[in-house]
């Protein structure tokens, strides 16, 4: 049962425009979502988050939408550099778990062309 | 600033060793936690615990123990290796109270084979 899914396993985009990265949701109890950015031979590093009581977040070129009616979210880069290429994995803390439990997507290989 | 720290970093193991992989972290935090990564499957939870003294199952934790040493350190144990746990394991901590924003704090990944 994949409460967190991102269908997108790769996308490639040219330097200086936008990437769009998404995920799906089925857990209505998920109450926070994350995004982590993971490099080759590294562990993931945080992002941005959003709490399920907006709909947008945004820092600096990074800006996360989330459309809870949709159980969709997003996260846009713009503009989209070289060193931005990675793999992004979507993240969602359900309100049913205690502390810091996260259900992880599948990630998405981000590849920005210069 | 070392943060969590994994060791080892590559493990070949035959099918049927046991092995032990550490992880301990030096930001006084009370909760840790054991992910493993496969491909297509993004990362998924096998133990965790909340605070010194406790430990919880995650989605996939047959084939595994834990021990929590102490407040700093956790440990994986695969009893009897399988070629299913050839993968990436993370080892990452948290503050104990929910707090939001950036939570969780990983380790570099141990890679480990079975064969």
């Known amino acids: 049962d994949q409460q967190v899914k991102q269908n997108s396993p790769s996308l490639s985009v040219q330097e200086g425009r936008i990437s769009i990265l998404n995920c799906d949701y089925t857990?209505?109890?998920?109450?926070?979502f994350l995004w982590y950015k993971k490099y080759p031979a590294e562990g993931p590093t945080f992002l941005i988050s959003?709490?399920?009581?907006?709909d947008k977040n945004e820092d600096g070129r990074f800006t996360v939408f989330l459309n809870k009616s949709a159980k969709h979210l997003s996260l846009h880069i713009v503009p989209s550099q070289p060193g931005d290429s990675a793999v992004y994995f979507c993240?969602?803390?359900?309100?049913?778990?205690?502390?810091?439990?996260?259900?992880f997507g599948e990630g998405t290989q981000l590849t920005v062309n210069p | 600033n070392a943060g969590v720290t994994q060791t080892p970093k590559f493990q070949v193991l035959k099918t049927g060793q046991s092995m032990t992989l550490q992880c301990a972290q030096d930001?006084?935090?009370?909760?840790m936690y054991w992910y493993r990564q496969d491909p297509g499957m993004g990362l998924r939870l096998i133990y965790y615990?909340?605070?010194?003294?406790?430990?919880d199952k995650g989605e996939v934790p047959n084939g595994y123990n834990v021990s929590r040493l102490n407040k700093r350190e956790f440990s994986l144990r695969l009893e009897s290796a399988a070629p299913s746990q050839t993968s990436v394991y993370f080892c990452?901590?948290?503050?104990?109270?929910?707090?939001?924003?950036?939570?969780?704090?990983f380790g570099e990944g141990s890679w480990l084979t079975v064969v």
């Open positions: 959003i709490s399920s009581i907006k």
């Open positions: 993240a969602a803390r359900s309100q049913e778990t205690s502390g810091s439990r996260l259900t």
């Open positions: 615990s909340a605070s010194e003294g406790t430990t």
């Open positions: 857990n209505s109890m998920f109450d926070y």
């Open positions: 990452a901590s948290s503050r104990n109270r929910w707090s939001g924003g950036n939570t969780i704090y």
């Open positions: 930001m006084n935090h009370n909760s």
